[in-house]
């Protein structure tokens, strides 16, 4: 340990009372200014005393805080199962142990079935904790809003309104259904070949709403140990009722809907697991509140038919490839940014383009101005567009045939 800085020596001056009145004044003066820098001498090392001792405090309560841990038992997390007059029952998380304990005075009170506690060696309740969410599904929550609107959907003008009559007005005018005297629609079901706008159609909605926007991937809830899944989905559900208004989007459904089989293995099992968790959260004994569920697939020929009977979900709506007069709108949407040249004819790339998805004319419009970039140009030009559709052409001929080798190695 350092030691403290010696303190100065006292000043001390003896004064001829026999000088004249003016030095008399010059020696007091002088001899202030000694004073005045001893004090200015003590009060550093004061402050510098009070620094040390304030960091020494620091970590004796430190040090005290890491002996009390120590020296304290580790709690651990249960249930609470049932109250029986001054006693309850918790089974403890882990190893499924129920016991009989009795209840804390001070938690009389407060405490109830199902809440979630912490417990000594003894069982003995010490507090009540907050109620569980998987960090995960609060993960999920869409902070900010969706940035696609119905000014960037084309082509799909049927499928808008009715998910917009399923989704949006339930909770943008709720009293309209109430005056009718009918549920609005539980559930919104898209099904269609990839990249014809399920999603864009899901997050024109949210964005349109000022819901709580929670978006989950069907094979995210797909998961290697028993129960977690359906727990997973469970706490989804948790969520957007706490959150409520909330609007729900499962993308890729069919990966925890498919079609039941006689399959034994634990995967499987898990599987149908989280799906019956899912249907008990959609059309269970309890309200689900203002939630509006909305669920995309590529895979509609794989859905259980449990998923799809009404009440789970009330709409199926097909969202097919683009017609010619949809592709024009879609070309349309993805250049209005762009500098076109006079001689581009929206109507022969919509001719042309037969079959392509609303994904793969997005793609086209961003090829057509990478060429145009690539001969230095501002302006996309009619050239480009061909260039660009040979190029995805030629591209979609490549995959092709490494499909065909590969499933003929």
Same mark, same amino acid.
């Given at each position: 340990?350092?030691?403290?800085?010696?303190?100065?020596?006292?000043?001390?001056?003896?004064?001829?009372?026999?000088?004249?009145?003016?030095?008399?004044?010059?020696?007091?003066?002088?001899?202030?200014?000694?004073?005045?820098? =001893?004090?200015?001498?003590?009060?550093?090392?004061?402050?510098?005393?009070?620094?040390?001792?304030?960091?020494?405090?620091?970590? =004796?309560?430190?040090?005290?805080?890491?002996?009390?841990?120590?020296?304290?038992?580790? #709690?651990?997390?249960?249930?609470?199962?049932?109250?029986?007059?001054?006693?309850?029952?918790?089974?403890?998380?882990?190893?499924?142990?129920?016991?009989?304990?009795?209840?804390?005075?001070?938690?009389?009170?407060?405490?109830?079935?199902?809440?979630? =506690?912490?417990?000594?060696?003894?069982?003995?309740?010490?507090?009540?904790?907050?109620?569980?969410?998987?960090?995960?599904?609060? /993960?999920?929550?869409?902070?900010?809003?969706?940035?696609?609107?119905?000014?960037?959907?084309?082509?799909?003008?049927?499928?808008?309104?009715?998910?917009?009559?399923?989704?949006?007005?339930?909770?943008?005018?709720?009293?309209?259904?109430?005056?009718?005297?009918?549920?609005?629609?539980?559930?919104?079901?898209?099904?269609?070949?990839?990249?014809?706008?399920?999603?864009?159609?899901?997050?024109? =909605?949210?964005?349109?709403?000022?819901?709580?926007?929670?978006?989950?991937? !069907?094979?995210? #809830?797909?998961?290697?140990?028993?129960?977690?899944?359906?727990?997973?989905?469970?706490?989804?559900?948790?969520?957007?009722?706490?959150?409520?208004?909330?609007?729900?989007?499962?993308?890729?459904?069919?990966?925890?809907?498919?079609?039941?089989?006689?399959?034994?293995?634990?995967?499987?099992?898990?599987?149908?697991?989280?799906?019956?968790?899912? #249907?008990?959260?959609?059309? !269970?004994?309890?309200?689900? !509140?203002?939630?509006?569920?909305?669920?995309?697939?590529?895979?509609?020929?794989?859905?259980?038919?449990?998923?799809?009977?009404?009440?789970?979900?009330?709409?199926?709506?097909?969202?097919?490839?683009?017609?010619?007069? !949809?592709?024009?709108?879609? #070309?349309?949407?993805?250049?209005?940014?762009?500098?076109?040249?006079?001689?581009?004819?929206?109507?022969?790339?919509?001719?042309?383009?037969?079959? @392509?998805?609303? /994904?793969?004319?997005?793609?086209?419009?961003?090829?057509?101005?990478?060429?145009?970039?690539?001969?230095?140009?501002?302006?996309?030009?009619?050239?480009?567009?061909? /260039?660009?559709?040979?190029?995805?052409?030629?591209?979609?001929?490549?995959?092709?045939?490494?499909?065909?080798? @590969?499933? @003929?190695?």
């Amino acid at each position: 340990m350092s030691r403290s800085p010696s303190l100065p020596d006292r000043p001390r001056r003896e004064i001829d009372p026999d000088l004249p009145d003016d030095e008399r004044l010059e020696a007091l003066r002088d001899h202030l200014e000694t004073i005045l820098e =001893v004090n200015d001498q003590l009060t550093e090392q004061l402050e510098t005393a009070d620094t040390r001792r304030q960091s020494l405090r620091e970590d =004796v309560d430190r040090v005290e805080r890491e002996n009390k841990t120590l020296k304290d038992s580790s #709690l651990y997390i249960a249930t609470v199962e049932d109250l029986v007059e001054n006693e309850v029952v918790v089974k403890q998380h882990g190893n499924n142990q129920e016991v009989l304990t009795e209840t804390p005075p001070q938690l009389a009170d407060a405490i109830e079935a199902g809440d979630r =506690v912490a417990v000594n060696d003894s069982f003995g309740i010490q507090t009540i904790l907050e109620g569980e969410t998987d960090a995960r599904a609060q /993960a999920m929550e869409i902070q900010a809003k969706p940035d696609v609107t119905y000014a960037d959907i084309g082509g799909l003008e049927d499928q808008l309104r009715e998910v917009r009559e399923a989704v949006e007005q339930p909770l943008l005018e709720p009293e309209m259904f109430e005056r009718v005297g009918i549920d609005p629609p539980s559930g919104v079901l898209l099904y269609g070949p990839p990249g014809t706008g399920k999603t864009m159609l899901a997050k024109a =909605v949210a964005n349109q709403t000022d819901a709580t926007f929670i978006k989950m991937a !069907g094979s995210e #809830l797909v998961r290697k140990f028993i129960g977690e899944g359906s727990r997973l989905v469970r706490d989804l559900f948790k969520l957007a009722r706490e959150r409520e208004p909330a609007i729900i989007f499962i993308d890729e459904i069919d990966a925890i809907a498919s079609r039941r089989t006689e399959s034994k293995t634990s995967g499987d099992a898990e599987v149908q697991r989280t799906m019956m968790q899912l #249907l008990s959260e959609m059309d !269970g004994f309890d309200a689900r !509140g203002n939630i509006r569920i909305i669920a995309a697939t590529n895979r509609f020929d794989m859905l259980d038919s449990a998923i799809l009977r009404p009440g789970r979900f009330d709409r199926l709506i097909e969202v097919p490839e683009p017609d010619y007069e !949809g592709r024009m709108k879609i #070309l349309e949407i993805h250049t209005r940014g762009m500098t076109v040249g006079a001689d581009v004819d929206f109507d022969a790339l919509a001719e042309i383009t037969e079959g @392509y998805s609303g /994904a793969e004319l997005e793609s086209l419009s961003t090829e057509a101005g990478m060429f145009a970039i690539r001969d230095d140009r501002t302006e996309v030009v009619m050239a480009d567009f061909e /260039a660009a559709i040979e190029k995805i052409e030629d591209d979609d001929t490549t995959d092709v045939i490494a499909t065909a080798q @590969y499933h @003929y190695n």
